[in-house]
């Protein structure tokens, strides 16, 4: 037993509250709730200059802009992606009816191996969907090689990548498009919410028009497209954590210091690094568990429950594990052996700008001890 509150692995970020009351006047005021209204507006606008990308398109959640993006380059076919992200990456190939075709992860970062892509390539290989794992950038250059080599598109699952740059800018603009998610247990929130990058304004149109049935005007419709728009709502909470967010990146950027220090040189612990990245967002901070330390990996995380602590297993089970992937030839047990050994000893620690350093502590000590 034990009194202690529970701390679990996220709790998202929000800000005053008072604050928010000045937006909620505006929308009773002006009653436009929805359909690209003025806050909408003005987040693309805020996002674009925070990110430093030119073309936002807003989504009601990181999902359906995964499957619109789909939609927009007209993937069909297969598309190569890892196994190890959260379900979602995998789900909106399905919707598409395209069938993912599983590949294995670098050992060190994590996100998919650029070397065993081509050997998964086959004539019907339209694109690669890799996901920029806990924020640390994939090897962007090496997949763009392959993808321009098989003429393949890319699309990036950037939903833990928000504001990460590296030495040219933001993550974000590589590849055809890439995701963002702003789910309550992101980096950024705006409750639930997503966005896609695209690299020119006629492409953000027809992401647009997707977003919005494929309405064009009142009497046109371009494409069978879907309703995904983010309300006004979710954007005027978009557009107030802005003002926080370099607050709250900054506060995980000292909690994540603080276990790096505390655990890196664990015996039994690896401590999953930063990628090639100038700026990260400290979004998670998962660690691997190996042999050398005195419990396995669930073990810890049962004792650490059992602290009211709850870490968690991202990613485990590996999508290519869960029933309507498992069948599939590269969903194979011998085919992703690097995966599953990171899904069988990764636990992911709690970490949020809330957290306090006395709660920090006592997940520490229950670690080391
Ligand atoms: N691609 C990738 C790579 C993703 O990671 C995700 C989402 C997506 C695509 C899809 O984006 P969205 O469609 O979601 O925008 C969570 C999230 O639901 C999911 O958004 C996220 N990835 C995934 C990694 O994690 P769960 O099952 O862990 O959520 P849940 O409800 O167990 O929350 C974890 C903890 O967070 C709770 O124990 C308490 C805390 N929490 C959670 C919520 C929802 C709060 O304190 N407040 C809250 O409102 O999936």
Redesign the pocket.
């Given at each position: 037993m034990n009194n202690q509150k529970p701390i679990?692995?996220?709790?998202?970020y929000l800000p005053p509250l008072e604050e928010l009351m000045p937006y909620l006047e505006k929308i009773w005021e002006r009653k436009i709730l929805t359909n690209g209204g003025p806050f909408h507006q003005e987040f693309e606008q805020a996002l674009c200059d925070y990110l430093g990308v030119e073309y936002i398109s807003l989504f009601s959640?990181?999902?359906?802009?995964?499957v619109t993006a789909l939609q927009a380059l007209r993937i069909t076919g297969e598309v190569i992606t890892t196994p190890y992200?959260?379900v979602?990456?995998a789900h909106?190939l399905l919707w598409n009816g395209i069938k993912p075709v599983f590949v294995d992860v670098d050992p060190v970062t994590l996100n998919i191996d650029p070397q065993k892509i081509e050997s998964a390539i086959t004539p019907q290989t339209t694109a690669i969907m890799p996901?920029h794992?806990y924020g640390h950038p994939c090897d962007v250059e090496d997949i763009q090689r392959i993808a321009d080599n098989y003429n393949l598109r890319v699309i990036y699952?950037a939903?833990?990548a928000f504001g990460v740059k590296d030495q040219q800018g933001s993550i974000l603009r590589y590849g055809d498009l890439s995701?963002l998610?702003?789910?309550?247990?992101?980096v950024f929130n705006t409750?639930?919410?997503?966005a896609i990058i695209s690299p020119d304004a006629k492409t953000k149109r027809h992401i647009d028009h997707l977003k919005n049935f494929g309405f064009v005007d009142e009497t046109t419709v371009v494409a069978a497209g879907i309703n995904s728009k983010m309300s006004e709502l979710n954007a005027a909470v978009g557009l107030l954590q802005l003002k926080y967010i370099d607050y709250a990146i900054n506060r995980r950027r000292k909690i994540d210091a603080v276990y790096h220090e505390a655990l890196s040189k664990i015996k039994g612990i690896r401590c999953i690094g930063l990628s090639n990245e100038t700026v990260s967002n400290y979004s998670y901070f998962p660690i691997l568990i190996d042999k050398d330390y005195p419990l396995s990996r669930d073990e810890l995380f049962n004792q650490l429950r059992e602290k009211n602590i709850?870490a968690?297993r991202?990613?485990y089970p590996l999508i290519s594990d869960f029933p309507m992937y498992r069948g599939l030839r590269s969903a194979s047990i011998g085919n992703l052996p690097v995966a599953r050994m990171a899904a069988e000893q990764v636990l992911c620690l709690p970490i949020y700008p809330d957290l306090s350093f006395k709660e920090q502590q006592i997940i520490i000590e229950n670690i080391l001890k």
């Open positions: 679990y692995v996220t709790q998202p959640n990181g999902t359906l802009a995964l992200s959260f979602a990456t909106s996901v794992v699952d939903a833990h995701v998610s702003f789910h309550a247990t992101k409750f639930e919410g997503g709850y968690r991202y990613f």
